[in-house]
C-alpha cells in the first residue's frame, strides 16, 4: 500500500488502530519526495530526520497508549513564511536566505500539540508576492499536472507538495489569494479562513490586514480537521478574534435542502475560459439537484477590487518590509561604505524585482501629496466592496463563483506582463478585501486534463456553511479523486 496517496482521515484511523506506524508514514512521504522532487520542486527545506524523531515519539506515545492529538502521526508542509524554531524562514527570498527563527508561529505550536509531523518548508512567491510561485529566489515550482505550467501562487509550493502525494496535508497563507488559486491550479482543496479566525503570529507580514493562514488537502474532510486545529483564538495576535470554535468536521453533511446560494453576474465575464465557466455551471446545477436554491446576485463594487487590491497591498507590503534593512537579521551587502549605502544595496540586492515593484507602488501610493487620492480612496472603496457581500449575504447562505479565470497557464507567460499575472487573482481578491472565508475545490478539467477549481464563500465565522456546500459537492464528484500522473 502506498501511504502517501491516501488522505490525511485514511491514515488517522490507520495510525489509532495501530495498523500503520507513523514512521511508516513519514518514511512513504519521503519516498515519494526522493522520486517526485526532482520533477515538481516544491521544497526549500526538508527536515527528514527531524521527522522521523517526530514520527518515533509519536508511535511511542501511542504504544503506550498515551493521550494524542487528532492528527498524530500526519506529515504536514509549511509554506516558508511561518516561523518553525531553529528552521530557515525565507520567505524564498535572498534577503532572508540565512535567517534562522528563535520562536514558533502559533500555528507551528498548535500541530505539535496534535503530534503532526513537520516534513519541510515550501517554496512560495517571494514573500508571498506573486501568482504563480515564479518569483521564488529558489527557483520555480512545477505543477504536477503539467510541468510546464504553474503551479498557482504563492502558495504554490504547498499545492504542489499534496497534489503530487509529496505531502498529506500543508499550510499555506493567503492575501489575495494564496491559497485558493493553487489549489484551484494544482486540483485540491484549500481555504482562506475568516480575517482573524486564525492566529497571524510568526507568520511573516506581507499585507496585514489581508493575511491569513489557511489548510491545502487532499479533499474536504482533511480541510475541516485541520481547521479544527489551527482555529484557535490568540492572545499574542492582536486581529485574533476571541470566539469558540466549532467543531467542523460536524458541518460534514451531504442534505443541502433550504440553503440559499448566490450566483455574482459580476464573476462570470467577457475573457474567462469557455471551460472554467462551463465546469463551474454544471458544479451550480449539480448543487440544485442536492437541494440548493439558486440565486443570482450582484456585487456592484467587484470592478473595482483588483485596482483598491494594488493599492492598499503594496502600502502594506512597503511598511512590513522597511525592516529588512541589513541590520538586525537576513542579508547583507558585503559592500557598503557607510549606513545609507548598506541600506540602499542590502535592499537592492536581497529584494528580487516583483517585491521591489510592489515596495515602489506603496511608498508612492502613501507618499505626501498622494496619500488621499490613492490610499484613503482604496479604503473607502474597500469598505464598499465589504457592504456588497454584507447585503448579498441578507438573502443568500453562500456564494459561488469560478477560483480563477483560466487553469493553470504556462511557465514564463505572464512573467513580462505583470497586469496579466495580477488578473489571475480577480476572482479571490474580493474575499481578502472583505474579510470573509472562502475555499477552493476542483470541479473538473479542460481538455488538456488541467485542473478547474470551484470557489465558495460564506459570511464572516461561516466555515461550517462553506464545508457543507463543499461536502455535498464532492460527495457527488470524484473530481478529487484524480491523481496527476508523474
Sequence with gaps: MELFRLTAHELSEKITKQEVTAQEVTTSVFQRIETMEPKVKAYVTLLKEN?????????QKIKTGEKTGALAGIPIAIKDNMNIKGVKSTCSSKILNNFISPYNATVIDLLKKQDMVFIGKTNMDEFAMGSSTETSYFGKTYNPWNL????GGSSGGSAASVAADEAILALGSDTGGSIRQPASCCGIVGLKPTYGRVSRFGLVA???????????????QDAAL????????????????????PDYTKSLIKDLTGLKIGIP?????????????????????????????????????TEYCLAVYYILAPSEASANLARYDGVKYGYRTPEAKDLLEQYEKTRGEGFGPEVKRRIMLGTYALSSGYYDAYYLKAQKVRTLIKNDFDEAFKNVDAIVTPTAPTAAFKIGEKTDDPLQMYLSDIFTISVNLAGIPALSMPCGFTRNKMPIGLQIMAKHFAEE??????????????????KPKL
Design 206 to 220: 506581507f499585507a496585514s490586514s489581508l493575511d491569513q493562514i489557511g489548510p491545502l488537502t487532499k479533499d474536504v
Design 226 to 245: 485541520l481547521m479544527n486545529a489551527i482555529a484557535v483564538y490568540d492572545n499574542n495576535d492582536s486581529t485574533s478574534v476571541n470566539i469558540p470554535t
Design 465 to 482: 456553511t462553506i464545508f457543507k456546500v463543499a461536502y455535498a459537492y464532492e460527495q457527488n464528484t470524484a473530481w478529487h479523486k484524480e
Design 51 to 59: 521527522a522521523l524523531q517526530q514520527a518515533e515519539t509519536i508511535d
Design 265 to 301: 453576474k459580476e464573476y462570470f465575464v467577457a475573457g474567462m475560459d469557455k471551460e472554467v465557466e462551463q465546469s463551474v455551471r454544471e458544479a451550480i446545477n449539480l448543487l440544485e439537484k442536492q437541494g440548493a436554491k439558486i440565486i443570482e446576485i450582484s456585487l456592484p463594487h
Design 148 to 151: 510546464e505550467t504553474i503551479p
